[in-house]
């Protein structure tokens, strides 16, 4: 679809497809342009309505990002409302709707210029010379349903807000003393020896009896759950399926050839093998010897040996990434060898085997893969017909087969499909989405018994469908689930071992050994970690964050060793130096520090500011709207 953009304006496409682009617009604006005056707000902030749409949207990702974190993917909307995130949506939105409430009481308004220059600016309505198209952007706008001057009523939205909270936030100079300071406290560096205890393979363990399984298996039946899945009905509206609908004539296929004739120019190119090695040396030694008379090949050979490599390069091209050796081996004719070239990628000798010159690419080699690219094209733009004809149909009463059919579309079943999108085999339950995020968050978003909205998916594909049932998360019997119980006891007492061990090892430490002797005995291995920060710079994978942490909490004097879980076991460190930073920040650290630290104050400034805004304006909620909302959709 972009490649058809590109050359909306010279090609066929131009004079009889319109290329329909999708563009999501900010959440946040105009209540009119999303309700169209009609519907009820979920609340008023000052004379500003929170539109009942933009509501139910924003509560909707909240819910989805709470199945989430939760790991519950069973989580309705009612649920989620009873445990108030209702409140915690609404109070997201009418703390930006603050501030619209606050600049219209202010009087204050976004220039017509300023508006203009952000329009101006936005990549999604600009031409292929980059600058904006007032036709595209009237095409973007009536995909999207949408007024100029509804739009621009959006951006002037946006403009007030980023003025306000500027303005507030301002530019702030942060003290030097405390750019400093934080600046030594990030890059204070500490070494240690450390012990590791792997807990795999810890040896006098018991074998875990049938009494401790099921117990372990009373008290962490959460662990063992079956997962929630969903059966029904999945509709999926795509370019490919309109294809065979598309007729193409090998005129207008010609034309949009001749239309797009510098497109099909190849350059020239040539079959390149290279010797190439970092050492210099090495490389200069082969063109001696090539110029003594031996062999490019046996040279390859004997230089392979002593750190050189080989390689065939069938199509060097001039804007390949060897560009730096372009010249000289655009330079050579076939048969010939370059003098020793040097490149990002070390040092090479080239032997050109075929020059292969630049040449137009005729009008029947790319005829097919031509006509490809633009039935898909002409798919693309009908796509939102078709969709619109889908949902007419199911607006009318249809089911979601019965609109399948007269779209001509095969819905697709689907059975038991887990949260992953994995069938009761263990495979993709529909493989051509297979990973789509997108498709299963829509899957699980939709109530039993409900049809989700007519979506347009992120390819421009749209999908639709209808949740049949939901089998809620269940604990697997015992018997199911037994192997599973049992190595998450075994681990569990490894850990526990290997803990014993690391405790034993810092109490010997304590009472005056040292650490490598302690580890000695007990058969382990001490390493050195130099110059660990404290986010875990230098510390290597074996040395745990919780380690780290243990470290820079540990007083230099004391010889205090430390112990921590690591990963796959335990940890023993002995603080064995600091280093206090003392040298400073340099200058761009400190640039970076006070960025930071600048971005920080100007969002509390922020926040404090909209805080304040809660004093100044009535916010009122419609409870009755809240109400409907979620009785018509639980």
């Known amino acids: 679809m972009l490649q058809s953009i590109r050359h909306a304006t010279k090609s066929w496409a131009a004079r009889g497809v319109i290329i329909i682009l999708a563009l999501s617009f900010g959440a946040f604006g105009i209540n009119d342009v999303f309700t169209g005056g009609s ?297 010939s060898v370059s003098d020793p070239v040097q490149t990002a990628f070390g040092w090479h000798l080239f032997r050109v085997n075929e020059v292969v010159p630049a040449r137009r690419q005729g009008f029947e080699e790319v005829r097919q893969s031509l006509h490809d690219e633009m039935a898909l094209d002409l798919a693309g733009a009908g796509l939102f017909r078709l969709s619109t004809v889908l949902e007419d149909e199911l607006g009318g009463g249809a089911s979601l087969e019965q609109g399948a059919a007269v779209v001509g579309v095969q819905p697709i079943a689907l059975s038991g499909v887990t949260a992953n999108g994995l069938d009761r085999s263990g495979m993709p339950a529909v493989p051509a989405l297979a990973g789509r995020d997108d498709v299963l968050a829509l899957l699980y978003q939709t109530s039993e018994g409900r049809e989700s909205l007519l979506t347009e998916l992120s390819d421009g594909s749209y999908i639709i469908l209808r949740v049949d049932e939901v089998e809620v998360p269940a604990p697997r019997p015992l018997e199911e689930v037994r192997g599973q119980v049992r190595a998450a006891l075994v681990r569990e007492a490894e850990s526990e071992a290997a803990e014993r061990v690391a405790n034993t090892l810092a109490d010997r430490v304590r009472a005056g050994e040292t650490l490598d002797a302690a580890a000695r005995d007990a058969g382990l291995a001490v390493i050195a970690v130099d110059n660990v920060r404290r986010d875990g710079r230098n510390a290597g994978q074996d040395v745990s964050f919780a380690l780290i942490q243990a470290l820079f909490g540990a007083d230099e004097d004391a010889n205090e060793p430390v112990v921590a879980e690591t990963v796959g076991g335990w940890g023993v460190a002995v603080l064995t130096g600091i280093s206090d930073a003392g040298r400073g920040a340099t200058g761009s650290e400190r640039d970076r520090i006070r960025d930071e630290l600048a971005r920080a104050w100007r969002g509390d400034l922020s926040n404090v500011y909209r805080a304040a805004l809660y004093g100044r304006h009535d916010i009122a909620v419609n409870d009755g709207t809240l109400s409907a909302l979620f009785s018509q959709q639980n």
């Open 39 to 335: 519907r009820s707000a979920v609340a008023t902030v000052g004379d500003v309505e929170v539109p009942t749409v933009l509501f139910d949207r924003e509560f909707q990702r909240a819910l989805q990002r709470e199945r989430e974190r939760s790991g519950r993917a069973d989580l309705t909307r009612e649920e989620a409302h009873r445990a108030g995130l209702t409140g915690q949506v609404l109070n997201l939105l009418v703390r930006e709707y603050l501030l619209d409430a606050e600049a219209n009481a202010l009087g204050l308004r976004a220039a017509d210029g300023s508006v203009r220059q952000e329009l101006e600016s936005a990549p999604a309505f600009a031409n292929e010379s980059g600058a904006f198209d007032p036709e595209l952007y009237d095409l973007v706008l009536e995909r999207n349903n949408m007024t100029r001057a509804e739009y621009e009523d959006l951006i002037r939205v946006d403009l007030l807000r980023d003025q306000l909270t500027a303005t507030i936030g301002g530019d702030r100079k942060v003290p030097e003393a405390l750019a400093e300071a934080l600046h030594r406290y990030r890059a204070e560096e500490r070494s240690a020896r450390v012990a590791l205890v792997s807990a795999r393979g810890m040896r006098g363990l018991a074998e875990p009896g049938e009494s401790a399984i099921a117990a372990y298996y009373e008290e962490n039946t959460a662990s063992f759950m079956a997962p929630e899945r969903r059966s029904g009905v999945l509709v999926h509206l795509t370019a490919e399926a309109l294809l065979p609908e598309i007729e193409l004539s090998d005129d207008d296929v010609y034309a949009e050839y001749e239309a797009r004739i510098d497109e099909f120019d190849l350059p020239e190119r040539r079959s390149v093998t290279q010797i190439n090695a970092p050492d210099e040396a090495l490389i200069r030694e082969g063109a001696q010897r090539l110029a003594a008379g031996e062999s490019f090949d046996a040279i390859a050979a004997d230089l392979a040996g002593r750190g050189a490599s080989t390689s065939t390069l069938p199509d060097f091209t001039a804007d390949g990434p060897l560009r730096g050796a372009r010249d000289a081996v655009f330079g050579l004719s076939a048969g």
